[in-house]
T-cell receptor, first 110, second 116 residues
């Protein structure tokens, strides 16, 4: 089983839609989690950090369920500029090593 | 302020040649990481530096890969006798202290390596 599993998509949604991505992780020792976004041919950039049960930042909400080893990212009122690949990234404790999934691709259409 | 920088941005080389990739972390960041991203794949961890030492080299794919860091700053990733499967984007990231793994890692723009 992969350490991080994400539905690769692509998710094609109209502007203004609400979309949710799911991510499961297998290493229960992970304590810190991040959502990064990666635009085509660009480096990943941090979107949100998740240390407790969840985090909210404007249109973006991340939720963490440690018992089920599951993280989600909800995007409300999608914008064209939200089109990117979203990477769920648990961090292996005490190593600094980020474990990247393959990401979920989002395409927001006009 | 300056972010993580990497050079060269693109590198085309012939199979069997050696290449050196450079990373300049954010000033003051003691932790430095190298990752690799092959076409259509997720990022793969290669090596982690805390200061000049590398407590975790577990991701280096073979003994053709090596990395060093000097002065707690610049790092060089060297690939000897390059193979076509080494073609990928090599990304460097840095974080402030790398302690307990809770800090944000900031990525550089990457070096796109193509081995012909």
């Amino acid at each position: 089983r992969k350490e991080v599993e994400q539905d690769p998509g692509p998710f094609n949604v109209p502007e203004g839609a609400t979309v949710a991505f799911n991510c499961t992780y297998s290493n229960s020792a992970s304590q810190s989690f991040f959502w990064y976004r990666q635009d085509c041919r660009k480096e990943p950039k941090l979107l949100m950090s998740v240390y407790s049960s969840g985090n909210e930042d404007g249109r973006f909400t991340a939720q963490l369920n440690r018992a089920s080893q599951y993280i989600s990212l909800l995007i409300r009122d999608s914008k064209l500029s939200d089109s990117a690949t979203y990477l769920c990234v648990p961090l292996r404790i005490n190593t600094g090593k980020l474990i990247f999934g393959q990401g979920t691709t989002l395409q927001v259409k006009p | 302020g300056a972010g993580v920088s990497q050079s060269p941005s693109n590198k085309v080389t012939e199979k069997g040649k050696d290449v050196e990739l450079r990373c300049d972390p954010i000033s003051g960041h003691t932790a430095l990481y190298w990752y690799r991203q092959s076409l259509g794949q997720g990022l793969e961890f290669l090596i982690y530096f805390q200061g000049n030492s590398a407590p975790d080299k577990s991701g280096l794919p073979s003994d053709r890969f090596s990395a060093e860091r000097t002065g707690g700053s610049v790092s060089t990733l060297t690939i000897q006798r390059t193979q076509q499967e080494d073609s990928a984007v090599y990304l460097c990231a840095s974080s402030l202290a790398g302690l307990a793994g809770s800090e944000t890692q900031y990525f550089g723009p990457g070096t796109r390596l193509l081995v012909l």
